[in-house]
Nanobody, 119 residues
Framework: QLQLVESGGGLVQPGGSLRLSCAAS????????IGWFRQAPGKEREGVSC????????NYADSVKGRFTISRDNAKNTVYLQMNSLKPEDTAIYHC????????????WGQGTQVTVSS
């Protein structure tokens, strides 16, 4: 039973921080690249960040560079997204998904966790 579960979302003020987690069960995350995506009301889903299976390669959307950091702990079968200096425009549902390579097809998605940035 393949499963990806996101957690760590919540309500924060602008400038605050959150750390999202993407925990896998039923498969080993270390064999896959993991991407983070987000979708805000009225907008299409956009890619936020991705990390290679080895952790040696990462990428970020221009809108989050310098503020977000993706990492993985394969021993815990978990990928993280550290989000700092949050802005209201970061408000969205955040999903993680797996692929063989960043930029390739993502074939399994989690249900998402809500991030709300508001004063």
């Amino acid at each position: 039973q393949l499963q990806l579960v996101e957690s760590g979302g919540g309500l924060v003020q602008p400038g605050g921080s959150l750390r999202l987690s993407c925990a896998a069960s039923g498969f080993t995350l270390d064999r896959y690249a993991i991407g983070w995506f987000r979708q805000a009301p009225g907008k299409e889903r956009e890619g936020v960040s991705c990390i290679s299976s080895s952790g040696g390669s990462t990428n970020y959307a221009d809108s989050v560079k310098g503020r977000f950091t993706i990492s993985r702990d394969n021993a815990k079968n978990t990928v993280y997204l550290q989000m700092n200096s949050l802005k209201p425009e970061d408000t969205a549902i955040y999903h993680c998904a797996k692929a063989w390579e960043c930029g390739a097809g993502y074939d399994y998605w989690g249900q998402g966790t809500q991030v709300t940035v508001s004063s």
